[in-house]
């Protein structure tokens, strides 16, 4: 007896060594099945709530609608084309993928690394939805819906999924060793540059108010941020495993420093800490961790939150200085709090990585991000401008959106 549990125990620690590399694995599939939900989670319910809250209440349904439509416009846009050319490197190209993926062909049954090749389609669908929604911030309560969806599409495709190509899809952002983890310049960064574009070329809102109409609406929608940021981050390693652990907790340490970090700051500066402003700041480390969530330490991940908070809350107030109305600080959340982490990238992470001058990598990533995106961006809402006109009229602005654009009144009187 004792011979043949000697022999089953032999054989079952013989099997993991003759397991398939691409054999897909349960616990990672399941880790990457909840994480894709957590990510759309972010955009909805999570970034409308906190975007609808700062709005003024005759906006915020159309302020909803900008992040509910993007999740269902991206999702296709995402199957058909947008996976393709942001990840189909079969024809070896440095700047955009082939359309050999074209609504998803070549993947039926494909395994990506220990998880379904449709699952991380799936996954990485959700990070080009809130990309998009989280432009939309910098041009509420005057943007035409219309020429909103248009410039969705086209942003996504155009700007997007070329720009995931280049950090992670094959192309040559990732090629000169460049580190985003999850999304620090394919994210964040990239929808600040396009919200300041955006932001300029939209023009002022005629009534400028900086009152949110629902405190409650965004605390909420931070929170589900918050959480949803780790399938965010920890799922970016695409498997429940040490890189996912790191991840998390790095996610979680950077938001709580911000948000100390954006407290203090506030505090200095206006005398008292708001609520928004702590909800804000947790968005900031959230950011600002996205790009080097696996590749540093939780230490690091502390000074990275506490710098983003400080940082992000003193660049909300640039666009007084350079007059332009971002309307709910997009370019200094995300822009500012991207750019930074994808420097702290750099510092913190060359040591264990052994790489001098990934410093000056990172910096050349954001340069060309910064360029790309800014450009690409200005040749889209112009041509979209000629189209459809970017803005509502001035009698449609002073009734608010959600009655010009949708019909309808989210308060009753």
């Known amino acids: 007896m004792k011979s043949l549990s000697k022999i089953l125990l032999f054989i079952l620690f013989l099997l993991p060594i003759g397991a398939s590399a691409n054999e897909i694995n349960s616990g990672d599939t399941a880790w990457l099945l909840t994480s894709t939900a957590l990510v759309l989670m972010m955009t909805i319910p999570g970034l409308f709530l906190f975007y609808g809250g700062l709005v003024r209440k005759k906006n915020v349904l159309s302020t909803f609608m900008h992040s509910f439509s993007a999740a269902a416009v991206i999702s296709i846009v995402w199957v058909l084309i947008g996976y393709s050319f942001a990840f189909d490197s079969s024809q070896g190209s440095q700047f955009i993928g082939s359309v050999g993926h074209f609504a998803l062909q070549g993947i039926t049954g494909a395994v990506n690394g220990t998880i379904p090749d449709y699952l991380f389609v799936a996954f990485q669908g959700t990070f080009a939805i809130i990309t998009v929604a989280l432009i939309t911030g910098a041009i509420a309560e005057r943007a035409k819906f219309s020429a909103y969806i248009a410039f969705a599409i086209l942003w996504s495709i155009l700007i997007y999924s070329p720009l995931c190509y280049w950090v992670w899809g094959g192309g040559w952002i ?9 999304g620090g310049t394919v994210v964040h960064l990239s929808s600040g540059t396009a919200a300041l574009v955006a932001a300029i070329m939209y023009g002022k809102r005629r009534s400028k108010s900086n009152t949110p109409h629902n405190v409650p609406f965004v605390v909420a929608g931070a929170a589900l941020l918050w ?3 780790f399938g965010f981050n920890a799922g970016s390693a695409l498997g429940a495993n040490s890189d996912a652990a790191l991840a998390f907790i790095n996610t979680n340490t950077a938001a709580a420093a911000a948000v100390i970090g954006w407290i203090i700051a506030e505090a200095t500066t206006r005398g008292v800490p708001t609520v928004v402003g702590a909800a804000s700041g947790a968005i900031a480390g959230l950011v600002a961790i996205t790009p080097a969530a696996g590749f540093v330490d939780p230490v690091s ?22 007059n332009y109305d971002d309307t709910l600080d997009v370019v200094g959340i995300h822009g500012v709090g991207g750019l930074w982490g994808c420097i702290a990238t750099g510092i913190f992470a060359s040591a264990a990585y052994q790489f001098d001058g990934l410093i000056m990598v990172q910096i050349k990533s954001a340069l060309a991000t910064f360029v790309f995106v800014g450009i690409g961006t200005f040749i889209i809402l112009y041509i979209v401008n000629l189209l459809f006109g970017l803005r509502v009229d001035e009698e449609a ?3 608010g959106l959600d009655l010009s654009e949708h019909s309808e009144s989210a308060y009753t009187e």
């Open 227 to 229: 959480v949803g940021w």
């Open 397 to 399: 602005e002073s009734k």
């Open 174 to 182: 990732g090629g000169m060793g460049a580190l985003d983890f999850a």
């Open 301 to 322: 991940s502390i000074f990275i939150g506490l710098v983003a908070g400080i940082l992000c809350c003193s660049a909300c107030s640039l666009k007084n200085k350079f």
